[in-house]
């Protein structure tokens, strides 16, 4: 009985051994691929935000942009015709 404890104990091991493995190579192509992702600085990110923030109407910021015809404001409540459809 001591040798088949002794075997099954090293079969467990074993397989211990090998799920651990498993994991740090999964943990290993992770990494690859956040290593291998396009980066840019933190300067050209900002300063892209910036060029987008002034070159795009932001109809909520009226203090920046000024009043927006109301055919031009997307978020404007729409204008019916007057007329209801009940279905």
Request: aromatic fraction near 4%; proline fraction near 5%.
């Amino acid at each position: 009985m001591a040798l088949h404890s002794a075997g099954a104990v090293r079969e467990k091991k074993q397989s211990m051994a090998e799920l651990k493995l498993r994991r740090l190579t999964e943990l290993n192509a992770r990494l690859r691929e956040d290593l291998d992702r396009p980066r840019i600085k933190v300067s050209d990110a900002c300063q892209s935000m910036i060029n987008y923030t002034r070159t795009t109407r932001d109809y909520m910021v009226p203090s920046t942009w000024g009043n927006v015809d109301k055919r031009e404001d997307p978020y404007a409540p729409q204008q019916s015709g007057g007329c209801c459809v009940i279905c």
